[in-house]
């Protein structure tokens, strides 16, 4: 697939070449095409040449990517071929680049693949969210497996002073004297208490 510019300043006969291959995947079932190579052509010779990496797509589909460049800022999806090539003396940028070599219909492009990354900025940020929201998770089990019930016994018995109302043919059951030198004292066998489960 070649775009022709023809003569720009001192370039003569400018032309951008796309070297492009299709093959059959037994995977996915279908036909894909590769962007295998980049020439640049000028003053009717091949002057640079550029291997193209992570460029595909099915090939009833088009590719498309916001920037496909050979500069490192832009993921540098075109690659110099050699280190002896003039490559290096190129930089080379598309900006909202689509390309599709095979099965055009009508001039128009197909449903088009795009080049998003794996980890774009939403991705990462959905990761990391996922991550705190698992810590919180973890961290609250934590909490919930180490608590530790009261089972503390509280006796509260009765206070000296007070005493349940009892009818008085019972009082002569309830108080028995003690046997001591001075005064007479009484003691109350049957004292109230409760318990009190937390």
Not at 10 to 17: A, D, F, H, Q, Y
Not at 90 to 112: K, P, R, S
Not at 166 to 195: A, T, V
């Amino acid at each position: 697939l070649s775009l022709k510019f023809g003569d720009i300043g001192n370039l003569k006969g400018l032309v951008i070449r796309f070297l492009l291959t299709t093959s059959y995947y037994q995977l996915s079932i279908q036909n894909w095409f590769n962007l295998h190579r980049l020439q640049l052509v000028y003053n009717h010779s091949v002057q640079a040449t550029f291997n193209a990496t992570r460029i595909y797509a099915p090939a009833s589909y088009s590719y498309h990517g916001e920037h496909v460049s050979s500069l490192r800022r832009y993921d540098a999806l075109l690659v110099p071929s050699s280190a002896n090539d003039l490559s290096k003396l190129w930089e080379v940028t598309f900006i909202d680049f689509q390309i599709q070599g095979f099965n055009v219909q009508e001039g128009h492009f197909a449903y088009a693949k795009d080049c998003a990354s794996f980890f774009s900025p939403a991705i990462l940020m959905g990761l990391v969210m996922s991550l705190i929201l698992l810590l919180v998770l973890a961290y609250a089990l934590h909490m919930l497996i180490h608590l530790k019930s009261l089972d503390r016994l509280y006796e509260c018995k009765a206070s000296p002073a007070y005493f349940a109302k009892m009818r008085d043919n019972d009082i002569g059951d309830e108080k028995e004297p003690l046997r001591s030198s001075g005064n007479e004292s009484y003691e109350l066998r049957n004292q109230q208490f409760c318990k009190i489960y937390i």
